[in-house]
């Protein structure tokens, strides 16, 4: 890292009409080794307000550190909250290149109206983006297998309890120079099967990276962790047979020669991996389709020795080997 001092007077950057407050102390980035997923962050963030009646205002990037919200915000009470997660990558050559920016700044504001809230649009997200990583590029780590995970956070901070949207809300962002997501790195994940619980219904939030889609999984993940499981597959929540999404991954697997993936159906997320993995693999010949699959298919295909490969796929969990599956009735290798 290079030292970075403290510069008392906002700077101005064009574009974003940005100001810039650095911290009075910036950290070293630690070796690849103790990266891990989401531990670390980079000594400054990305912040810009918005009132109704004003729009949106005051872009700002700030040092890293606690934010001060009204404890009546809605985001606490009434969860309107949501995220995105999007990754900088340090190239061979030294350049620093933000992975797929405007599709997940276009997910964001595209998402954010389903939860009643008010996102900046899509460029000034990516305009954020650029500008943060630009400024924090001595934080991209340049080691296979690592590299700077952005978070992008949108949250109604009104202070004010009767249920309705938030009137006010704040966009923030958040860097945290990452290795693998799963503490075993690449080898195959274990994952469990969830035949009871659901993560999201039809109609309801499962396509928006809604804060509470995240809570909904907790409990399942807690007790699937318990048994030795690294993460939970969720299947439909109408028969419980279709397999939707793994949490943190969307899933393909390859039955024969076919690679199927769940289609977008609103229940799950459209991820961004999933859609490059997609469209790499119909550019590399493979041919991929998007529909329901029962997990029973899966169990039939094991047992004809039809069943490929099977594996995640996410930002943070990048392309992640699926090794084998817990369910109620048994374990099903892959
Ligand atoms: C991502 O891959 O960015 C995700 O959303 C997963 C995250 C919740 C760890």
Redesign the pocket.
Not at 83 to 86: A, I, L, T
Not at 314 to 317: E, R
């Given at each position: 890292m290079s030292a970075t001092l403290t510069s008392p007077e906002p700077k101005t950057s064009s574009r974003l009409d940005l100001k810039i407050i650095r911290t009075p102390r910036t950290r070293a980035m630690p070796s690849a080794s103790e990266l891990g997923?989401?531990r670390i962050f980079a000594d400054h963030m990305f912040a810009m307000d918005y009132e109704e009646g004003r729009g949106w205002f005051d872009a700002r990037i700030i040092p890293h550190g606690p934010l001060s919200i009204d404890p009546g915000a809605s985001a606490l009470h009434y969860g309107q909250a949501m995220?995105?997660?999007?990754k900088a990558f340090r190239s061979k050559d030294g350049r620093v290149q933000l992975f797929r920016g405007r599709r997940h700044a276009a997910r964001m504001a595209s998402g954010a109206p389903r939860l009643g809230m008010v996102a900046p649009d899509p460029d000034t997200i990516h305009q954020a983006m650029m500008a943060l990583v630009d400024f924090e590029r001595d934080w991209v780590p340049a080691e296979p297998g690592t590299a700077l995970?952005l978070r992008p956070t949108l949250i109604g901070t009104e202070g004010f309890l009767g249920v309705r949207p938030s009137k006010k809300y704040l966009f923030f962002i958040i860097l945290s120079p990452v290795g693998a997501?799963y503490p075993d790195g690449l080898k195959p994940v274990r994952i469990w099967v969830e035949k009871e619980l659901i993560r999201a219904a039809k109609g309801g939030l499962g396509a928006v990276?809604a804060g509470g889609n995240?809570a909904a999984s907790l409990y399942a993940a807690t007790e699937a962790q318990k048994r030795g499981f690294a993460q939970v597959l969720w299947l439909d929540a109408m028969e419980h047979r279709y397999c939707e999404e793994v949490?943190?991954?969307n899933l393909f697997v390859q039955f024969k020669d076919e690679i199927v993936t769940a289609p977008l159906g609103g229940t799950i997320l459209d991820g961004v991996?999933r859609d490059s993995v997609i469209t790499l693999l119909r550019e590399w010949g493979y041919t991929v389709n998007e529909r329901r699959y029962a997990f029973d298919e899966m169990v039939a295909a094991r047992s004809k020795g039809t069943l490929g490969e099977v594996f995640g796929t996410?930002?943070?969990?990048v392309v992640s080997p699926v090794g084998e599956f817990g369910h109620s009735e048994g374990v099903l290798q892959t």
């Open positions: 997923f989401g995220f995105e997660g999007c995970y997501y990276k995240y949490g943190v991954m991996t996410g930002t943070a969990a």
